[in-house]
């Protein structure tokens, strides 16, 4: 076989494979070293297209508190004044980005770092000032993503690694959830691919006790989600994280996973790991 004749082959190999990891990491990896480093590992390994979503860890807030600049939150959310715009593109798009594209580049994966503002790939709107001024915060609607090009970039063998700032089409950046870009990409690419979106993080999944790492309920359905939530076995801080999870899976994404980061090299052996989210059992 000439080599041309094994790059078609490859080629044609990379087309007909529709199945897509969306995966999404939390502080719990970016602030620990170790511990991206084995995620990335395991990452790489993942066969087939795959993309990663990451917010900020303690990076932004820690800059922030250096810079003079007080960390502002509301139930956990953090208000995204100018100041703090500044830090967290600095923080999110640039020293967090490009260390875990780089981190992948000396693992083989041609990963190429992003904000929502390049390519024009994630489009958002100011959150309105109803109760809370939130600042520069962009909220995601169906029209938000660009899967085409998401998916031509992958077709062209990179690896997209997207950070939570996004733009309004005005010149505008804004910060915005990860979880939610995660989600919101995994639904606007699953009209094209086999789409998984998985969250990792600290827990091994959902658990029944959360002070139990014993307790994993292994899979959730629908029925079995509204039964769990009726006997307030769902701790209350995981709710938010399912709500989106389930919209995600009625808007065709295949399944969805929250588990531990460590755990991920298992989906390369077809090893079931943290809890699995679907239509049914």
Known sequence: MSKSDTVSTQSETIKD??????????????????????????????????????????????LSETLGIEPKL?????????????????????LINKNIVAQLQRNGNNA????GADGDFIRT?????????????????????NPQSISNLMEARFTPVFCAITHDGDGQLLNTNADTIASAIAVALAKLYETTLIYCFEKKGVLKDINDEHSLIKDIDPLKYEDLKTQQIIHSGMLPKLDNAFTAISSGVKAVIIGHSDDLGKLKHNQPFGTRLSKSL
């Open 125 to 145: 709107k100011k959150r309105p000032v109803k109760t809370i001024d939130y600042g520069f915060v962009g909220d995601i609607d169906e029209n938000s993503i």
């Open 17 to 62: 494979d529709k199945k897509l990891y969306v995966i999404k990491i939390g502080g719990n990896v970016i602030d620990n070293s170790e511990n991206l480093y084995k995620f990335l590992k395991d990452f790489t390994a993942l066969p087939g297209y795959k993309i990663l979503v990451h917010g900020g860890g303690k990076v932004a807030t820690q």
């Open 74 to 94: 509301v139930d956990g959310r953090r208000i995204t004044d100018i100041e703090t715009l500044r830090v967290v593109t600095m923080v999110y798009g640039g």
């Open 112 to 115: 190429i770092g992003l904000t």
